[in-house]
């Protein structure tokens, strides 16, 4: 059981390492946020996020997009 947790999570960096590209489908978001597949797919229903579909089926992201929707509403520090 705990190789398969090792493949499972070596699975996970190789993707995360692909991660020179501008466009990421569900699952790789998902992997790059940090974000469970059931909200990030609450987010989309919502449009709470930025997000495409092109045919109108798979859902696609833009990872600078990405970026600044996770960096919203920032706080600054006490000091």
């Known amino acids: 059981m705990d190789n398969f ?4 999570r070596l699975d996970r960096l190789e993707k995360l390492l692909i991660a ?3 466009v990421l ?3 790789e978001t998902c992997d790059y946020t940090g ?3 059931s909200y990030l797919y ?12 092109p ?5 696609f992201f833009e990872k600078k997009k990405i970026v600044d929707w996770l960096l919203m509403n920032g706080q600054s520090s006490a000091e």
């Open 35 to 37: 974000i469970s597949r």
């Open 55 to 59: 045919n109108g089926k798979l859902l």
């Open 42 to 53: 609450k987010l989309t229903a919502a449009g709470k996020i930025p997000h495409s579909k």
């Open 25 to 27: 489908t569900f699952e």
């Open 5 to 8: 947790l090792i493949l499972e």
């Open 20 to 22: 020179n590209k501008e």
